[in-house]
């Protein structure tokens, strides 16, 4: 087997390993002034938690073993260049959107996305042209964009900047966005995608291929999600900088990130990527082996059913497993509590579903156990009286609701009648949150996970908005980016 060395991560060990007196940050002094009652815990990450002395080289101007090491990922993940990122996928979605989008510039891009990408829009005091997504109403979450929506919006907005592009979604369902790179390099404008959730695709046959190599310009990795690197630790890959400017890319990545990155982290993005180089598909074959045994005995639930296929025109990644309700008597939140009260950890709920995400670092017997617990569960669920799944879960009607509703949270639906700049600059008061039907909002309501914005900045907030919110609320779900923790008001746009 060829050896592949980890540059960065050999040079911290050397460094520790020598003899040496520290006169520079941290204050720990690679552990010894650390927390006794911490210590023995955080001891060997603390030895290499250094900082940019002489040999360590710098993130912000590599020349040494971090270039080595970000080099050497490039070409493992096959991308023109890539750059560690020690902020997580936030950092590098905030400096792809800067690098393309200044004041007033149009940027095309799909309404489910990450709060990071709406946070980057609002710094570039950009113009969000939103795409809305098919909705899956079997699984009541939504998919991606098609092409022919691309064509359109281009053509009716001939002067975007770019098109950003979330891919796969959190459930790991995604398409194959080739052709959507072609129509977007038509108009001489880049493909930036957002695939935190798809830094392993490529490493197996099983695995869908990664948006670089499908023709995206910039791709955002999430390399602690699905492979093996701390958390945080993420890639940024360039794939071709005929339409964005690199010195640009590079300004705003150091601007986003830390001034003091973390060692650690970036030693972590070295041995995943050594680790990738060295063994490929090996480092799957053990699990997606168990997954299809446990997709295979999955059809014996009654309750319940483990979503092994995409919708037609779609893809769906191996390593997430989406645990449904079949008849919709039981929510996701119920599912989820159910095995956390097992200790098995999911990812999310929704009203319709649990997830859970597979990789390298699950052995057999945790998806052993896991299909023991999810039968126990089923067995319980066909026990529950229909009054008591009534109260446990939604009450809201399904004739209403199946058709339209996207219970990942990806967006209310709702028209835009206000700029991000107007609702930031502008002026808010906080109401009674019934009340607030027909205003427009001025947060953002974001369940997390997995962190997009339920009800943007500047949408109508509807009637239906509003009972979905209770409802979620009333499931279990956790919010971000709002200003009263209860959900009891709301703040709105003061016209």
Known sequence: MEKHPAHLFEKLREHQQGSGISFHVPGHKMGVGFNPRGKDYFADVLKIDLTEITGLDDLHQPTGVIAQAQEKAAKVFKARKTFFLVNGSTAGNLAMILAVCRPGDKLLVQRNVHKSVINGILLARAKPIYLYPEVFPELGIAGGIAKEQVSLALAKHPDVKAVLLMNPNYYGIGSDLSQIAEIVHQSKIPLLVDEAHGAHFGFHQAFPDSAIKMGADVVVQSTHKTLAAMTMGSMLHLNNNSYISEERLRFFLGVFQSSSPSYPIMASLDLTTQLLAEKGEELWDKQLEVINWLNN??????????????????????????????????????????????????????????????????????????????????????????????????????????????????????????????????????????????????????????????????????????????ELQRLGANFQGINDPELKTIRIVIK
């Open 297 to 470: 005995k999955g059809t014996s639930l009654r309750n319940i059913e483990l979503i092994s296929k995409a919708p037609e025109g779609y893809y769906k990644d191996p390593l997430k497993i989406i645990i449904h309700s079949k008849k919709n008597e039981i929510s996701g939140f119920l599912i989820q509590n159910y095995l956390a009260e097992k200790r098995i950890y999911t990812e999310l709920a929704d009203f319709y579903n649990a997830l859970a995400i597979i990789t390298m670092g699950n052995e057999p017997k945790d998806l052993e156990q896991f299909f023991q617990e999810l039968t126990n569960l089923d067995k319980f669920s066909m026990q529950m009286k229909p009054a008591d799944r009534q109260d446990m879960n939604k009450k809201l009607k399904e004739d209403i609701w199946r058709s339209t509703h996207i219970s990942d949270y990806s967006m209310s639906n709702s028209a835009v009648e206000a700029s991000l700049d107007e609702v930031i600059n502008g002026q808010s008061r906080a109401i009674p949150i019934d009340q607030a039907i027909g205003e427009l909002a001025a947060e953002m309501i974001i369940p997390y996970p997995p962190g997009i914005p339920f009800i943007h900045l500047g949408e109508v907030i509807t009637k239906e908005a509003v009972e979905e919110l209770k």
